[in-house]
């Protein structure tokens, strides 16, 4: 079978990575991809929301399953558009259709679904600016600290969480004004949720579901958790704090009726569904949905799995995933990534990187780069994601630092306390 995984990230190149490894793969294509795709796949020069030049490249290449990597294409209608194509909508599509996808792409779309199918989540209040005065008199009614999340997409950044009051309300009127764009139109103010956070992913084909190994990230770009929040900045696989008992509470009280939710609603959902949680004394509360993988814990979520993740996507794309199971390693995933200088501000591109073919011990995934001549060079913010497997948290961690301290280049950066916190649970 011929792939196409959409997308340029540290997610896709992942993707692409496991994919191969499959008997049932041929040929894989990535659009755009990136220098780290080019070795193992042949990259498309192709937009991500250029719908027509990616179904003709479908055609052209005689690719018969399609996966969308990031959010954007989802919440732009790419499944609606080949659905609606008479040459592409027999092609088979992993990701959710426009309405599916906006439990993503609207915050307050997501937590009316929550309230309506019984899945539990903080309580909120959706403000624009014809009623910023109830967000201001409801913020004086929660505790702090206060949460404000822009409605629509804001590439991972779109939430601002702090403990003073005078500073939620300069922020709602900031967000109202445009700082985060169109996204934050609407701004949902939340309760704030104690606990400890982790991701769980799902995929499904609308009506059945496999459970995929859970995740716990790390967000903000300073160690301690201190500065702002980034796309991402490492990720740990499994979760020591995720037991058994908390999964199935997880299964039962957030997973079953999410998917229940999308079959009554008549959703066209078929993919992942990632769930950001947090977990309190055992119990599950959801701080949100993404309609995709994450990044990166998808560098640490697909290298778990040892059952065939093509087989899955194929079941998934055809809505037969009742007969798929999934197979899952005992091994502890690391990844920590490494972004250029200045982000998740304003950054440098172009920067020549060396030392890849030093690495030996793991896998460099590949996320902000691209191939110039013979030289791989920076292109985005977060530039690789550096993942190893071992039998404890600080084997795989050691493997991955190591890994790092081979490549260079000028202005490279990356936290040093991934997993740390992670270290006194026991795994």
């Keep these: 079978m011929n792939v196409l995984v959409i997308g340029s990230g540290g997610r896709e190149h992942t993707l692409i990575w496991k994919i191969k490894q499959s008997a049932l793969c041929d040929t894989v294509y990535a659009a755009p991809g990136n220098a780290g795709t080019a070795d193992i796949a042949t990259n498309l020069d192709l937009g991500v929301n250029d719908f027509e030049q990616i179904g003709q490249a479908v055609l052209d290449n005689n690719i018969e399953l399609v996966i969308v990597g990031p959010e954007e294409p989802l919440v732009k209608g790419i499944r609606n ?3 609606s194509t008479d040459t592409l909508k027999d092609i088979l599509l992993v990701g959710p259709d426009e309405t599916g996808a906006r439990l993503e792409g609207s915050k307050d779309f997501s937590k009316d679904f929550m309230q309506r199918h019984g899945v539990p989540t903080a309580g909120s209040k959706t403000i624009t600016k014809d009623n910023i005065a109830e967000g201001k008199a409801f913020l004086k009614q929660v505790e702090a600290p206060y949460v404000l999340k822009a409605d ?36 949902l103010i939340e309760e ?47 979760v020591p704090f995720a037991d058994a ?20 609603d008549n959703i066209d959902y078929v993919g992942f569904i990632f769930i950001g949680l947090m977990n309190k004394d055992s119990e599950p509360s959801v701080i949100e949905y993404n309609v995709r993988m994450g990044d990166p814990e998808t560098e640490v979520v697909l290298p778990r799995i040892k059952s065939d993740l093509l087989q899955h996507l194929i079941a998934a794309a055809k809505k037969d995933l009742k007969s798929e199971t999934i197979e899952v390693g005992p091994e502890t995933a690391t990844t920590v990534v490494a972004v250029s200088a200045g982000y998740p501000g304003s950054y440098p591109k172009g920067l020549p990187m060396t030392g890849f073919e030093e690495v030996s011990e793991g896998i460099v995934f590949h996320a902000g780069t691209k191939q110039d001549g013979q030289t791989i060079v920076t ?37 040093k306390d991934i997993g740390q916190d992670l270290l006194n649970y026991k795994s």
């Excluded at 997880?250 to 079959?263: A, D, N, Q, S, Y």
């Design 192 to 238: 704030y949720l104690h606990g400890i956070e982790l991701s769980v992913f799902v995929l499904t084909d609308g009506k059945d579901y496999l459970i995929l190994p859970e995740a716990k990230d790390y967000k903000r770009i300073g160690e301690g958790d201190t500065g702002p929040n980034t796309g991402g900045m490492g990720a740990v696989s499994p």
């Design 245 to 264: 008992a908390f999964m199935k509470n997880v299964e039962e009280k957030v997973i079953i009726p999410t998917v229940k939710g999308l079959e009554k």
């Design 379 to 415: 292109n985005g913010g977060r530039v690789l994601a550096s993942t190893a497997l071992a039998s404890s948290i600080q084997g795989a961690l050691d493997l991955s630092y190591a890994n790092l301290k081979k490549i260079t280049w000028e202005g490279m950066t990356y936290r």
């Design 152 to 187: 629509g997409l804001a590439a991972g950044k779109g939430v601002i969480i702090t403990e003073d009051i005078q500073e939620a309300e300069d922020t709602l009127d900031e967000m109202l004004a445009g700082k985060f764009g169109d996204a934050s139109s609407k701004v």
């Design 81 to 83: 558009y080949f659905a």
